[in-house]
């Protein structure tokens, strides 16, 4: 394995907070490990890869902006015409010798800009002739977000760059493909780019926007107010021109005997990393976490470990950040945590539960009893709604997650949060709902 020169990129730190002692007879060991990045825009000529970075300027990145053509963005028509207004500022927020594309989405992708299957490479020409042909942009046909994606993908491998990125606008749904067929893309695209995707009004399907986000690890969002576009797509850019390092990997070791039964990002979102585990040795397996410029994140791991007697300890799990090489190999970036286990008969260090693995842990259950509920209303089981939102309006009150909080009172009428006791809106506006359900698994960070 590799060593990336510290000098070349962000300075990656871990921590790991826990209660490492089990009771006898105990198994299972929950550890938060804080993941932070800093140091952004430190990185020269990069020793792993040179030729993926301009000294002085940052990692080189390649950029898709993807934008709903269908028919139904001609209603109302200042829904084209503001996301025209985005996709140009958005492309004015483009760093100078990013490379970068525009695409027509409908039922079949189109290239906008540059065309004949090429990236072009940003400056102030090339930035000018991309917003003339925006002009061209007119709303007609239908929605199939695969194909959309799948030139996005051939257009971002192409180029040789450190940094690849997509930004989606829909505003519709997903009509004309199936859903194996949008998983079979996300499938077929996951590790080649990241993608941040947005619902523009309120006739798009949650779940489908949400989807490509989590499965290309970028962010998901509603835009219910056409004429917030531009300032969310400039966000948006200059978030992904802050990147510094991508394709970054939490690799866990875990000794033989143990099982890892789940690791999760809790923060800034809620995200099931479980599934994703790529091995990378027979005790250790990668789990991905995408690209990352200066940023913190918390991640929930869970071990099972064999029992052991009073007075023992073990390491129960080793963790640490990697990248992939071009040569197959993987850098490892110099940040790791341990977890460990101890049994004691002290029942007061055995059943104290650490605050972050409460919080949390909390704060999944939040996100999921938001998710459940919302559907549990929509299927007509009003009852069983109430009490997973009532449960909901209960842990973002103990939490002290305000934002969501206000959300969910758009919902229900809050009689008493402490006690989680609501009762459900006779009327609820669209917007509100889906505001809620797309950022349900947003969190709160633990006061530590």
């Known amino acids: 394995m590799a060593n990336f020169s510290k000098s070349n990129v962000p300075q990656f730190t871990m921590d790991v907070y826990q209660n490492e002692y089990l009771p006898e007879g105990g198994r299972e060991v929950n550890a938060i490990v804080t993941v932070t990045s800093t140091g952004g825009g430190t990185i020269g000529s990069g020793v792993a890869a040179p030729h993926l970075y301009s000294a002085g300027s940052g990692p080189s990145a390649a950029v898709a902006v993807m934008v709903d053509c269908s028919g139904s963005m001609d209603y109302p028509p200042t829904k084209m015409r503001n996301a025209r207004d985005a996709t140009a500022a958005a492309i004015d927020t483009l760093r100078d010798g990013v490379r970068f594309a525009v695409i027509a989405g409908t039922h079949v992708a189109k290239e906008v800009y540059p065309g004949g299957g090429r990236v072009a490479v940003a400056d102030a020409t090339t930035r000018d002739q991309a917003k003339q042909a925006l002009r061209k942009l007119s709303a007609g046909g239908g929605t199939a977000i695969g194909t959309w ?14 940094i690849r990125h997509g930004i989606l606008l829909t505003d519709g749904k997903n009509e004309h493909e199936s859903a194996d067929d949008l998983k079979a893309t996300l499938d077929a695209c996951a590790g080649h780019f990241t993608c941040d995707a947005r619902g523009v009004g309120t006739d798009w399907v949650v779940k489908e926007v949400t989807g490509i986000a989590s499965a290309l690890l970028g962010t998901a969002d509603i835009v219910a107010d056409p004429a917030a576009l531009a300032a969310d797509f400039t966000q948006m850019m200059e978030t992904a021109m802050g ?3 991508a394709d970054v990997a939490l690799r866990v070791w875990t000794p033989v005997g143990t099982a890892i039964r789940f690791v999760k990002q809790v923060a800034p979102t809620v995200e099931e990393l479980t599934g994703r585990r790529t091995e990378a040795s027979p005790r250790a397996g990668d789990y991905p976490t995408g690209s990352w410029g200066d940023e913190s994140r918390d991640y929930h791991l869970c071990v099972e470990v064999p029992s052991a007697g009073l007075g023992q300890e073990m390491l129960a799990a080793r963790v640490s950040l990697v990248v ?19 049994w004691t008969d002290d029942m007061t260090a055995s059943t104290s539960i650490n605050p972050q693995v409460a919080h949390y842990t909390g704060q999944a259950e939040l996100a999921q009893a938001i998710q459940q509920g919302l559907d549990l209303r929509k299927a007509g089981d009003m009852d069983g709604a109430t009490a997973k939102l009532g449960r909901a309006v209960q842990l973002a009150s103990a939490s002290g997650n305000a934002d969501t909080a206000k959300l969910l009172a758009k919902v229900v009428d809050v009689v008493d949060a402490a006690t989680g006791t609501v009762r459900l809106k006779a009327k609820v506006e669209d917007a509100d709902e889906m505001t809620l359900e797309t950022r349900s698994t947003k969190t709160v960070r633990v006061k530590k």
Not at 149 to 162: G, I, S
Not at 324 to 342: E, F, I, M, W
């Open 149 to 162: 994606l799948r030139l996005a993908d051939r257009l971002l491998t192409q180029a040789d760059v450190a």
């Open 243 to 245: 990147k510094e390092v």
């Open 324 to 342: 992939p090489q071009p040569d197959g190999s993987t850098a490892d970036l110099g940040a790791q945590g341990l977890v460990r286990a101890v």
